[in-house]
């Protein structure tokens, strides 16, 4: 089972929800994190509303500032509930707060009582002036992992510019994960956070992403199945594929805790007893 844990749908118009649709065909499916841009309420309506429409594939995940939003267990059922938005994702660099912030340490108790996934965008690829990228590191996690244990945590983008920062994380916390979306541009990127990875042994801690619109499902995949060629003339470190497969593969859904379909389906396939073998003349 292959699944995107990270996309986005920043304009719900026709040209990116199509583009979104098409890039959603390569994968059986795939989380889509509300944008920063807008007013919260809105972006999550909006973003519920174009999920709802493709429950088979795709699972939303709602934006929230834990220093503005004030959402209680009753707030959080709206998104969940009413919506159907299946987890949360925070922009702390963006947004302008500590992750450990004494309102976000409230508001995260909700969530662990509610069971939801938290996935923290705070590393990017590129961040405006105007975040503060004090707030982007991921060790600053480390204590909300360590005071909600039971939370399900994605650090996304692999927190870059603080690769090492999130391998420690990640190896660290038993339910802290990274999100390993790439650009298959950046070969030398690329092959130091794959390879630093596997020699952190934390592989397994790793959940394939995209990132679209700024990357594409299928051509991150082709990029990491073909990793250990990415620089295979310099006689550099390779990594197994089997490891970089099970990544690619690797059931996130169920890893989060998130209900699905395509988990009921799989969940189905395997229990379904095989066809007789024909008899032998």
């Excluded at 844990?5 to 989380?31: F, I, M, N, P, S």
């Excluded at 509930?81 to 909700?110: D, N, T, W």
Aim: proline residues 5%; glycine residues 8%; hydrophobic residues 40%.
């Amino acid at each position: 089972m292959i699944v995107d844990c990270h996309t986005h749908v920043r304009a719900l118009d026709g040209t990116e929800t199509a583009a979104h649709l098409a890039a959603a065909e390569t994968v059986d499916a795939c989380l889509v994190l509300a944008s920063h841009e807008g007013l919260r309420e809105e972006t999550n309506r909006g973003l519920a509303e174009y999920v709802s429409q493709h429950q088979e594939k795709m699972i939303g995940l709602a934006i929230a500032d834990p220093t503005q939003d004030r959402l209680s267990d009753k707030g959080l059922a709206s998104l969940t509930e009413k919506l159907g938005l299946k987890g949360l994702v925070c922009y702390c660099a963006i947004g302008g707060y500590h992750p450990a912030h004494s309102q976000a340490m409230r508001f995260y108790e909700a969530v662990q009582e509610a069971g939801l996934p938290l996935f923290f965008h705070n590393g990017s690829h590129s961040l405006s002036a105007k975040a503060i990228l004090e707030y982007a590191q991921p060790y600053l996690l480390d204590e909300v992992a360590r005071t909600f244990p039971e939370i399900k945590i994605v650090v996304g983008n692999m927190g870059v510019p603080f690769v090492e920062q999130t391998l420690s994380m990640v190896s660290k916390h038993e339910n802290v994960f990274a999100d390993l979306t790439i650009r298959p541009s950046k070969v030398w990127q690329t092959y130091n956070i794959v390879v630093a990875a596997h020699e952190r042994n934390v592989m397994d801690k790793l959940l394939f992403g995209s990132g679209f619109p700024l990357g594409n499902a299928g051509e991150c995949i082709e990029t990491l199945l073909g990793f250990n060629m990415l620089l295979a003339d310099k006689k550099l470190p390779t990594v197994p594929r089997g490891s970089i497969r099970n990544v690619i593969e690797r059931n996130s859904l169920e890893l989060l805790g998130i209900e699905h379909s395509q988990i009921e389906l799989r969940e189905h396939r395997a229990q379904a007893p095989s066809p007789p073998k024909p008899e032998e003349p």
